[in-house]
């Protein structure tokens, strides 16, 4: 089992839904989560940050629930221009981040 | 401007040849890592180092090395002993802070293609 998982997709959705990715985790040594975004052929880039009281910015919210292992992410009126890779990460205090595979979104007109 | 750097871009080898992958970061960020990407996958820890003359392997250290002389600079050699180095791949850096760290920023990348 891999230590950070997420649904693959693809996801293929109309402009103006919502959308929402999951992904569990299973290293307790976690604790810090992030969602980068990543662009075809390009390097990712980070996107938000995730807390337990969950954040929000703009379109996007995240959350975490640290009892299931669990994170989140909330796309609201999707935008051709969110069409990307979104990959969840764990990261140890020691710095060393462990990636899902990605979700991969398609936002079509 | 500030950033990480990754050179080249596109790199091609032979099999059996050693090559070698620049990152230079002007961050003075004190942590730097190596990741692989292969095609529909999330990426993969090679190396990574807190501190510069010390480093410790990630998950898939086998094939590779580092060394981290300086501060700014992190460079990876893929060996003859990778078995499958065809892969993209993508330094990163963080600062080390009091709270833990910062956010990770990576390179542009270099998409390595062993003939």
């Known amino acids: 089992r891999k230590e950070v998982e997420q649904d693959p997709g693809p996801f293929n959705v109309p402009e103006g839904a919502t959308v929402a990715f999951n992904c569990t985790y299973s290293?307790?040594?976690?604790?810090?989560f992030f969602w980068y975004r990543q662009d075809c052929r390009k390097e990712p880039k980070l996107l938000m940050s995730?807390?337990?009281s969950g954040n929000e910015d703009g379109r996007f919210t995240a959350q975490l629930n640290r009892a299931s292992q669990y994170i989140s992410l909330l796309i609201r009126d999707s935008k051709l221009s969110d069409s990307a890779t979104y990959l969840c990460v764990g990261r140890t205090n020691a710095g060393k981040s462990t990636f899902g595979d990605g979700t991969t979104l398609t936002v079509k007109p | 401007d500030g950033g990480i750097t990754q050179s080249p871009k596109y790199l091609f080898r032979k099999e059996g040849q050693n090559v070698t992958l620049s990152c230079e970061q002007n961050?003075?960020?004190?942590?730097m890592y190596w990741y692989r990407q292969d095609p529909g996958q999330g990426l993969r820890l090679i190396y990574y180092?807190?501190?510069?003359?010390?480093?410790q392997k990630g998950d898939i250290a086998e094939g590779y090395s580092v060394s981290r002389e300086k501060k700014e600079s992190f460079p990876l050699t893929v060996t003859s002993a990778q078995k499958n180095p065809t892969a993209f791949y993508l330094c990163?850096?963080?600062?080390?802070?009091?709270?833990?760290?910062?956010?990770?920023?990576f390179g542009p990348g270099t998409r390595l293609t062993v003939l």
């Open positions: 961050l003075n960020h004190d942590a």
């Open positions: 290293n307790s040594a976690s604790q810090s």
């Open positions: 180092s807190q501190i510069v003359n010390d480093f």
């Open positions: 995730v807390y337990s």
């Open positions: 990163a850096s963080t600062a080390l802070l009091a709270g833990g760290p910062g956010e990770q920023f």
